[in-house]
């Protein structure tokens, strides 16, 4: 995944387009790709070239997967609270309306049901407070809202039974037994991740087509679902304009072939850039504070754990590889060689002429409680299929992460630039066949 922010002072920001579909709503940059489709005939098309009155290529919805308990009763309970709802961080509930909408003694008998807590009137308004539940509450509101604030279907319901999902859609839309054949009502969200939610378990619950429509009112987007017959056009453009949008952009590889990437389990890449926490970084950066007199001690958990470490920019260049190739697969890329943290002092100690036992001591705080003894990867798919070895050697990862370390506090090795012969091979511009830049 790659990220750029398009920003209202950024001088080259990227023009956004919303195509919406009565399937489907999506953004995406001009220079990226969509499928339309004529009969039987899929044809790739700039997005900024789709116009209204065009049929987009759909992919059909993820099938249910039944991977997690819920009762009848708290998934009720979730619809009513995601339909009219708030639930603040400290756990205070509050449903509006529910004596309009639903059977109060229901709501009353649900809560108390899950929570031994009671439902009492809140205000003037006809709202509810239910009270007496605050750690659920709690846990409510992780559920119910991303991080963005924006309301959601919790996952509990999307990964629960066919059964446990129509009682959440019963609770939202208010209304009981239902089934494919009666039209659901109309709703109105701000929340993206709610529209889909929605969508995704009318279709694959009620087995009912939805139809989608986008509403702009005061700079803010909603959307719109409600019921449709099953002879209308999901794929049929409706809207294809260009938008005005300040935020993120995101570049996300996909499995599904159509964006090819490898998937590549890489085990343990570092380089200079690595973490200042993660265990290699906190040794070099330790060595060079040391040399320059900023630090006396290093601090270290367990010395024998044994990992396969290997250079980040090798790594990369396995990334590339991968998507050189005609057919996405999977590979595992590592070097094949497995060292100990305590070589890994030893090797940047004695960079700089130093014998970590004087300067090391032991902390049971950085013991894992749970310790990996052993790690090694065997890359021998990726060095047959692709041609991929790696080029700079533990050795010399060591070395060159204690150069950098030394380099970012103005100090130069104390060998003079000839000792070790350190050289960054994936840098060099020479033999593209074997070294990436």
């Known amino acids: 995944m790659s990220a750029t922010h398009n920003g209202s002072s950024q001088p080259n920001q990227k023009q956004v387009h919303r195509i919406a579909t009565g399937g489907s709503v999506y953004h995406t940059t001009s220079d990226h790709v969509v499928f339309t489709q004529e009969g039987e005939t899929v044809r790739e098309k700039p997005t900024a070239q789709v116009r209204p009155g065009e049929s987009l290529a759909l992919i059909d919805l993820p099938p249910a997967h039944i991977q997690m308990d819920l009762t009848a009763t708290e998934a009720w309970l979730l619809g009513v609270l995601t339909a009219t709802g708030t639930v603040s961080r400290d756990g205070t509930v509050t449903v509006v309306d529910a004596g309009e909408r639903w059977h109060g003694d229901r709501l009353a008998a649900s809560w108390r049901k899950l929570t031994g807590g009671e439902m009492v009137t809140s205000g003037s308004e006809p709202s509810w407070q239910l009270t007496g539940g605050a750690a659920y509450g709690r846990y409510l509101y992780a559920s119910l809202y991303a991080q963005t604030g924006d309301v959601r279907v919790p996952k509990r319901v999307l990964n629960a039974g066919a059964a446990e999902r129509l009682a959440f859609l019963e609770g939202f839309y208010a209304q009981e037994n239902l089934s494919q054949e009666e039209t659901l009502p109309s709703c109105q969200t701000a929340s993206a991740a ?12 009620l087995h009912q087509h939805l139809a989608i429509e986008t509403v702009m009112a005061a700079d803010t987007l909603s959307y719109q679902l409600h019921g449709s017959d099953n002879d209308s ?15 993120w952009l995101f570049d996300l590889a996909t499995a599904s072939g159509t964006f090819h990437a490898g998937v590549g389990r890489g085990w343990i890449h570092n380089s200079p850039r690595r973490g200042e926490t993660f265990v290699t970084r906190k040794i070099t950066r330790a ?20 990992r396969d470490w290997g250079y980040a920019k090798d790594y990369v260049k396995a990334m590339w590889l991968m998507l050189q190739q005609d057919e996405p ?16 002092l030893e090797l940047a100690f004695g960079h700089v002429n130093l014998n970590w036992q004087d300067y090391v001591e032991f902390d049971p705080r950085y013991l894992r409680p749970a310790e990996v003894d052993l790690l090694i990867g065997d890359c021998s798919k990726a060095r047959e299929n692709l041609g991929w070895e790696p080029s700079v050697s533990f050795k010399e990862l060591v070395a060159l ?12 090795s104390p060998h003079g630039p000839a000792k070790e012969n350190v050289i960054d091979r994936a840098l060099i511009r020479q033999e593209l066949s074997s070294y990436f830049d």
Not at 289 to 300: D, T
Not at 329 to 344: K, L, P, Q
Request: proline share 3%.
């Open 194 to 205: 709610l529209a889909a939610g929605l969508y995704w378990l009318v279709c694959t619950t």
């Open 233 to 247: 056009n999901p794929a049929l453009v409706t809207t294809a304009q260009p938008v005005r949008y300040n935020g």
């Open 287 to 306: 060595v060079a504070r040391i040399v320059a007199g900023q630090q006396s001690k290093l601090y270290m958990g367990n010395l024998d754990a044994k």
């Open 329 to 344: 697969d999977d590979y595992v890329i590592a070097t094949g060689e497995t060292h100990s943290v305590r070589e890994f």
């Open 401 to 412: 992460m204690v150069e950098a370390d030394l380099a970012s506090l103005g100090l130069s």
